[in-house]
Each structure stands twice: as structure tokens, then as C-alpha cells.
């Protein structure tokens, strides 16, 4: 990892800016905006925006920008390929793999996946420490150990400290960037391979139709047969639909997992766009961006975004 010398970008965009042209009507989206409680017209330059969202700062304090970069390039290779797929031409197997790992992205760079990344890790340490300082016993074997490993976090500690740390239903984790961005720089080509095995159905909003997209784009919903179980479904659960609006007038449905996978498109019908648009205005963390002040306001009106918070990204039980 290299130290960058440049002036390093400091806007950096959750979804990317590219493709919120693609819901702009002369340059410009309607959006909802679920923290400010409220409805506006911006371009999409200021769009679903954090200042260093995507910066790694090292063990001296240095910032990194490797990330942003990565996706900057990962970006300029899979527009012209989206493109494509909206225009109804012919992709490559190289395609598909480089539209599907960006399309992996759009589910893992974004603050929702951090949210649910950070739960995970947190109830996972928390339940691990639990397990350590079950009894005194315990909790004198796993300090010895960490000492003798070199790690002797209670070293600086005043014994309420350390007692907090034993009871970790009284504090909250705060994890930095660097574990959820290495997660998203894991997961993403292997996602992306598994949805470019799958087959996939653009939908196409007939005219004056429009689809929608929000800051969590990426949308996945149980089969049609689907009952509530300990193991729930995934990306791969046969029957599973994994969806993603590509432009105002094109969206992206991936199936099920083929040896020989598919393209095909189809006009998308009315009831269907509607559909998929509540869903993706239900799923929005902070904003609902759409090409026109009506449709958007419609939406949040019909799902009542208005008036909830955003739901948990990571629940037990």
C-alpha cells in the first residue's frame, strides 16, 4: 500500500456517480432525504457523498486511497459494459464477469453493508468475550494468555476498565474503515463470479415508466415459497432474486445459478416497476433517488419511509 503524494479525493461517492446519471433527467435527480426528512432536486456530483468513506489510515496516521482508486478504475471498465447490456447488445464472458463484480460492489461498498459488516463483528467479539470471562477461572487463563502472547491490553487499564471490558452488554464497538473495505475488496470478485453464473432478465420501463434507485441499490428477495427459517436464504437459495436498477429505464434481474447462463430482455410491466421500486425505496438507508419530483414523492408516500427509520442491517433472533 502506497502513500499517495497527490491530493487525494475527499468527496467520495457511496454509489457511484456515473450511475446516478443514469436516473437524471437534464442533469439533475429528485431525491429523498430519510436523515433531513426531506425532498430536493441536486446533481448528481452531490449525490450519496462521504468525505473519506472509502480512506485507509495506517498504524503512523497515514492516508490511503487505494480503495477509491480501485473502484475509480473498476468504474471506467464497466460503464462502457453496462452500456451495452442496457442497449441490448451481446456480452462477452469477460463482460459479464467485469459487470458482475461491479455489481457485487454496489452491495458491499455501500454504508448499509458497513452497518451490517460492523453488527456482525461486534456481536461475534462481544459473544467471544463473553465466552472468555465466563467465570474468573476463566477470565485469569485468557489475560495470562494474552500477556504471554505480547498483548497485555489490561496493562493500562484501571480495574473498572477491565471489568467493562468483561461485560460487553455495557459498551458499543466503533470499527474503523479498514475491516469492512478489506471485506468489500475479498467478496467482490467471488460475488461476482457467482453472479455472473447466474441468469439474468433486463427489464426494460416501457415509456413514460421509470425505475428508481436508492444508496442500498442492491435488493435480494426470498423465493415465492419461501417460510421463515433458522437458516434464511442467500444469494445462491434456488428461487432467490437478486435486483438491480441499472438506469431510470433498465433493470437488472439475476436468478438462479446455470451452467450455461443467460440473457434475455423483456419489457417490464407496469405493476412489475412499481414493485420494484417500493422494494428499493423500502431498502434506501438515507436517500431515494429517481428522475422526476412525482415519482419519487409517490413512492415515499406508498412505503411510509417518511415516517420510519431506516430498518437494522443486522439483527440476532
Given amino acids: 500500500m502506497s502513500v499517495s503524494t497527490a491530493p487525494q479525493p475527499k468527496?467520495?461517492?457511496?454509489?457511484?456517480?456515473?450511475?446516478?446519471?443514469?436516473?437524471?433527467?437534464?442533469?439533475?435527480v429528485w431525491i429523498y432525504d430519510r436523515k433531513k426528512r426531506e425532498f430536493r432536486p441536486q446533481t448528481p456530483i452531490n449525490t450519496a457523498v462521504q468525505t473519506g468513506f472509502y480512506t485507509l489510515v495506517d498504524a503512523e496516521g497515514n492516508k490511503h486511497t487505494d480503495v477509491e482508486e480501485l473502484l475509480g478504475r473498476m468504474e471506467g471498465i464497466c460503464k462502457p459494459?453496462?452500456?451495452?447490456?442496457?442497449?441490448?447488445?451481446?456480452?462477452?464472458?469477460a463482460d459479464r464477469g467485469n459487470l458482475g463484480t461491479f455489481i457485487a460492489t454496489q452491495y458491499l461498498r455501500t454504508p448499509g453493508f458497513r452497518k451490517l459488516h460492523d453488527g456482525m463483528f461486534e456481536h461475534l467479539l462481544k459473544h467471544m468475550v463473553r465466552f472468555a470471562f465466563a467465570t474468573p477461572e476463566r477470565a485469569a487463563s485468557e489475560m495470562q494468555r494474552m500477556k504471554d502472547a505480547g498483548r497485555d491490553i489490561f496493562r493500562d487499564m484501571t480495574p473498572e476498565q477491565a471489568q467493562a471490558i468483561m461485560n460487553p452488554d455495557q459498551y458499543t464497538l466503533?470499527?474503523?474503515n479498514s475491516s469492512a473495505l478489506g471485506?468489500?475488496?475479498?467478496?467482490?470478485?467471488r460475488f461476482g463470479s457467482l453472479f455472473a453464473q447466474m441468469d439474468w432478465t433486463v427489464l426494460h420501463a416501457?415509456?413514460?415508466?421509470?425505475?428508481?434507485?436508492?444508496?442500498e441499490p442492491f435488493i435480494l428477495l426470498p423465493p415465492a415459497d419461501y417460510k421463515e427459517n433458522l437458516y434464511g436464504y442467500g444469494f445462491t437459495t434456488p428461487?432467490?432474486?437478486?435486483?438491480?436498477?441499472?438506469?431510470?429505464?433498465?433493470?437488472?434481474?439475476?436468478?438462479?445459478?446455470s451452467k450455461d447462463p443467460t440473457i434475455?430482455?423483456?419489457?417490464?410491466?407496469?405493476?412489475?416497476?412499481?414493485s420494484v421500486n417500493m422494494n428499493l425505496t423500502a431498502n434506501a438507508e438515507r436517500f431515494v433517488i429517481g428522475p422526476s419530483e412525482a415519482l419519487v414523492k409517490s413512492l415515499v408516500k406508498a412505503t411510509g419511509v417518511d415516517k420510519t427509520e431506516p430498518r437494522p442491517r443486522f439483527r440476532v433472533g
Fill in 11 to 28: 468527496r467520495h461517492h457511496t454509489v457511484p456517480r456515473f450511475y446516478i446519471e443514469g436516473f437524471a433527467t437534464n442533469g439533475v
Fill in 81 to 93: 459494459i453496462l452500456d451495452r447490456l442496457v442497449r441490448r447488445e451481446e456480452l462477452s464472458a
Fill in 174 to 176: 466503533r470499527f474503523g
Fill in 183 to 189: 471485506s468489500m475488496v475479498h467478496l467482490a470478485p
Fill in 206 to 215: 416501457p415509456e413514460k415508466r421509470a425505475f428508481v434507485t436508492v444508496d
Fill in 239 to 257: 428461487g432467490a432474486h437478486k435486483l438491480v436498477p441499472l438506469t431510470q429505464k433498465a433493470c437488472l434481474l439475476m436468478t438462479d445459478l
Fill in 264 to 274: 434475455i430482455h423483456g419489457i417490464a410491466p407496469v405493476t412489475l416497476i412499481r
